[in-house]
T-cell receptor, first 114, second 110 residues
Framework: AQSVSQHNHHVILSEAASLELGCNYS??????LFWYVQYPGQHLQLLLK??????LVKGIKGFEAEFIKSKFSFNLRKPSVQWSDTAEYFC????????????FGAGTRLAVHP | DGGITQSPKYLFRKEGQNVTLSCEQN?????MYWYRQDPGQGLRLIYY???????QKGDIAEGYSVSREKKESFPLTVTSAQKNPTAFYLC?????????FGEGSRLTVL
């Protein structure tokens, strides 16, 4: 069955530190990949997505993610985090084409301290 | 404004009672979804619908029911058969995997 693994459940960083959140998926076919973010008290929103083309995708607020097909990975990165990045981050995957259900990872809760 | 509207935001229910959560979208999306969010477990798919009058079970459909009589609406009923209904429920709509989410409904069973 299709699944998504996020290896870090809780991450604590100081402001200006670099961030990398791991995401691996288990599916051998063509996939679409997503990172969603849920800020405290807010609804889930799309951070960035990969459908095809350049495997390094840039999203909002300085985030980027790299798709490495050979490693089935789609890690999220940010060179310098801010206190406002405190949130829960979810990696998700769906099969390419048509209306397909989105499978989410368990989420990573990030806390950034001033 | 376009978006997904869920109601109620907070709901309390006694054991043995059914409860229906509302989800309305004005984004003209064909597909709608219900997810359940529990701490440390991410979002798990309950039901989804790709078109009016059609829906499919997700990974944790037991104890839940849905209907899709209109494109804009996809209500979820949490029945008394759901053994652990206390959770945060998220409705979404979209296509080709990119989803837009509502603000969620938090259900607490007393």
């Amino acid at each position: 069955a299709q699944s998504v693994s996020q290896h870090n459940h809780h991450v604590i960083l100081s402001e200006a530190a670099s961030l990398e959140l791991g995401c691996n998926y288990s599916y051998g076919g063509t996939v679409n990949l997503f990172w969603y973010v849920q800020y405290p008290g807010q609804h889930l929103q799309l951070l960035l997505k990969y459908f095809s083309g350049d495997p390094l995708v840039k999203g909002i607020k300085g985030f980027e993610a790299e798709f490495i097909k050979s490693k089935f990975s789609f890690n999220l990165r940010k060179p310098s985090v801010q206190w406002s990045d405190t949130a829960e981050y979810f990696c998700a995957v769906t099969l390419s084409g048509g209306y397909n259900k989105l499978i989410f990872g368990a989420g990573t809760r990030l806390a950034v301290h001033p | 404004d376009g978006g997904i509207t869920q109601s109620p935001k907070y709901l309390f229910r006694k054991e043995g009672q059914n409860v229906t959560l509302s989800c309305e979208q004005n984004l003209n999306h064909d597909a709608m979804y219900w997810y359940r969010q529990d701490p440390g477990q991410g979002l798990r798919l309950i039901y989804y619908s790709q078109i009016v009058n059609d829906f499919q079970k997700g990974d944790i459909a037991e104890g839940y029911s849905v209907s899709r009589e209109k494109k804009e609406s996809f209500p979820l009923t949490v029945t008394s058969a759901q053994k652990n209904p206390t959770a945060f429920y998220l409705c979404a709509s979209g296509g080709s995997g990119e989803l837009f989410f509502g603000e969620g409904s938090r259900l607490t069973v007393l």
